[in-house]
């Protein structure tokens, strides 16, 4: 459970966000003007924050450059309604930890805001070895294997992998998927990240072993946690 | 300089003056010219003629009145009148003759009676003889007696205004002419400028650029009451089509609102189903048949945010064949598991301003679709080409060439992609990023297949700087 506050002007999407988060087991304060997300933020205890990028008072890209100004860096996912991929690089440009385009899946929200908190607990434990499972992979010399057999990667099936292990257990869409692992910002067409995911089972599923990668259809993909 | 060198040479020369003569201001110029010139002929003509008239006239009054005082001399007074006369005449002006009455010479300056000329009193106008070595006018009077009087004048004098009536003719004629063409040509230049102008613009708009206006001087001329009917209508145009745009892009966004709702609560009851469940799979068509429609309501998005944006922001010098090769990499796996191969080539080191995000998100949807549409065992090549350009070919089916400006435009769809899914809008987010750069792009057939052209040669064609 993590505590969120969501900094967001408009009613109904503050609402649908809150009972998404709170489903998802989080704990969640809502305010609706820059300012004021500002000090309710400056005052800390928060383990995320979801920014909306037009806000009345202050918007949102000064809203993360005070809270970075004040030596705060709680993760912060910014919510817009401006999806240009200029849009996208200025919002994390400013210290946004990640950007969702409105109108959104809430199941997007979460999974984003999930991925988020757990790109945090990464960097604090910087472990060079990650493991689901019978599946390692050793992320300084660059390999990685199932049980006893090495497996043979190519260097994006190997970040694809990276991606997905440290988000175990979490649905990843195919959109986050590309911007997180390749950092494009468009839609790459009809089943270009289906293609990937489909050899990276090949190399991680041998015949007979159970499938690690499972799909979730209209929704994306996980490997599930242990 | 060889003529053949000459030729080549003069042949732009050729064509600028050919394209000069044939505007409005130069066929006026010449067709007042030639009034002009037609009405000094006319005017010189008849100051000639009626100067000649009057000359004649003096001349027959003169040559009347000296015959007069012949005629009233007596035979025997006649011969030394004739001589005195003549003897007074220093300039040798004067015909004065008393010829027999058989044309023989009795007394005077003529050693025959002139053929032509006749003793009735009526004047002739009679060329240099060897008596009278200049051109003369003459009168003959035949005398009581029977001996013939001939008296006349030398009327060199109105040959030489006739010369020089028929000089300033020519010459004026020349200096008109002349003129005429120079000013024709000089007052040509500058419609034609204007024209070209008018043209150009009117090239740009029909390509499409509607925010593009035909040029309007503050001269208020016929040309300009043309270039202000144009823009009128283009503007009208414009408008007409900000408000199918408008209107496409509010209904898009406006349900897009919805529509992502209904997809999330659809999600979660297909989640909530279980996997044995048959109304799981239902769920699940609905969802792919939604992100349909989203995907179309976020290109159409997609195209009227480029469409807004300013040209040259954030343009950096790119690497066309860097693109070209990012672009085989990232679909390389999609074109290995159609069974299409994907080539790449050029040569690195080419510079391109462009932004190198959106050149390759159109790089993108050209590979993309390029190994859509390639059957398995076909080939895609992606290449960086002088020009410079990038040019994706394929040798799939092809576009047929009725068909290849229209697959350009917003939600067509041609015959081959019937069956593929896709929002129908790929090709157009490729044109408004092409367009946005100033850089043009054309499809081909590349018997058999298709290639697409990215022709990133600077382009002045584009949106405003």
């Known amino acids: 459970m993590a505590k969120v506050l969501v900094i967001e002007d408009d009613d109904a999407t503050a609402q649908e966000m809150e009972s998404c988060l709170v489903a998802a087991g989080h704990q969640v304060r809502r305010e609706a003007d820059g300012a004021d997300g500002l000090q309710a933020a400056l005052g800390g205890g928060f383990d995320a924050i979801t920014l909306d990028r037009m806000l009345p008072g202050m918007n949102g890209l000064e809203v993360v450059g005070r809270l970075h100004g004040a030596g705060v860096y709680t993760p912060v996912l910014m919510v817009s309604a401006l999806s240009d991929v200029d849009e996208r690089i200025a919002g994390l440009r400013a210290g946004g930890d990640d950007y969702l385009t409105k109108p959104f899946d809430p199941g997007e929200l979460a999974a984003r805001l999930e991925v988020m908190l757990r790109r945090r607990s990464w960097v604090r434990e910087a472990s060079p070895v990650l493991q689901v499972g019978e599946l390692e992979l050793d992320l300084v010399r660059h390999s990685a294997r199932r049980g006893a057999r090495e497996i043979e990667l190519l260097p994006m099936e190997f970040k694809l992998l990276e991606f997905m292990m440290r988000n175990a257990g979490q649905t990843l869409s195919r959109r986050m998927i590309f911007e997180t692992v390749w950092e494009y910002y468009f839609d790459p067409g009809t089943n270009l990240i289906e293609v990937y995911v489909s050899r990276l089972r090949k190399a991680i599923d041998a015949p007979g072993e159970r499938p690690l990668i499972r799909t979730v259809r209209g929704q994306g993909y996980k490997i599930d946690a242990g | ?360 998100e159109a790089l993108s949807n050209l590979v993309d679709n390029a190994i859509k549409f390639t059957p398995a065992g076909g080939r895609v090549e992606v290449r960086a080409e002088a020009g410079p350009r990038i040019v994706v070919q394929d040798n799939g089916p092809g576009v047929p060439e009725a068909e290849q400006a229209a697959v350009l435009q917003r939600f067509y769809r041609g015959e081959r992609d019937r069956l593929t899914p896709g929002s129908g809008l790929g090709l157009s987010i490729v044109a408004a990023i092409v367009r946005l750069h100033g850089f043009h792009l054309r499809l081909e057939d590349a018997d058999p297949g298709l290639r697409a052209v990215i022709d990133c040669a600077p382009h002045d064609a584009g949106l405003p700087a």
């Open chain 2, 1 to 360: 300089m060889p003529v053949s060198a000459w030729l080549d040479d003069a042949a732009p020369v050729r064509g600028w003056l050919q394209e000069v003569s044939r505007t409005t201001t130069a066929r006026l110029t010449v067709l007042y010219g030639l009034i002009f010139a037609f009405g000094i002929l006319a005017l010189l003509g008849v100051v000639y003629w009626q100067s000649e008239l009057y000359l004649n006239h003096r001349v027959d009054r003169i040559l009347k009145a000296r015959a007069d005082v012949f005629l009233r001399a007596t035979p025997a007074d006649l011969p030394r009148l004739i001589r005195e006369g003549l003897a007074v005449d220093g300039a040798q002006i004067n015909v004065y003759a008393l010829l027999s009455r058989d044309g023989a010479p009795l007394e005077g300056n003529l050693r025959r009676m002139p053929a032509g000329l006749t003793p009735d009193g009526a004047s002739v106008d009679l060329p240099p003889t060897a008596d009278f070595p200049a051109q003369a006018r003459l009168i003959a009077r035949r005398l009581p007696w029977g001996e013939i009087l001939v008296v006349g004048r030398d009327v060199s004098q109105l040959t030489e205004m006739r010369a020089i009536v028929l000089q300033a003719l020519g010459w004026s004629a020349v200096v008109i002419i002349l003129t005429g063409l120079v000013l024709g040509a000089s007052l040509s230049l500058n419609p034609l400028r204007r024209v070209r102008a008018l043209q150009a613009a009117c090239r740009e708009i029909g390509d499409g650029d509607l925010r593009r206006r035909m040029p309007v001087s503050s001269r208020h001329d016929e040309l300009d009451m043309f270039a202000a009917t144009v823009n009128h209508t283009v503007e009208e145009v414009e408008r007409l089509m900000a408000e199918v745009k408008g209107a496409t892009e509010t209904i898009a966004h406006d349900l897009r609102t919805p529509l992502t709702r209904a997809r999330a609560r659809l999600s979660r009851l297909e989640q909530s189903l279980g996997e044995a469940d048959p109304r799981a799979e239902d769920a699940l068509w609905v969802i792919d048949e939604l992100d349909a429609v989203l995907g179309r309501f976020t290109a159409i998005l997609r195209i009227s945010e480029l469409e807004a944006r300013r040209r040259r922001e954030g343009f950096v010098a790119t690497d066309p064949a860097d693109l070209a090769r990012q672009a085989a990499d990232l679909y390389g796996p999609l074109a290995e598991a159609r069974g299409v191969s994907l080539e790449t080539s050029g040569e690195a080191g080419g510079r391109i301003e462009a932004d190198p995000k959106l050149l390759f």
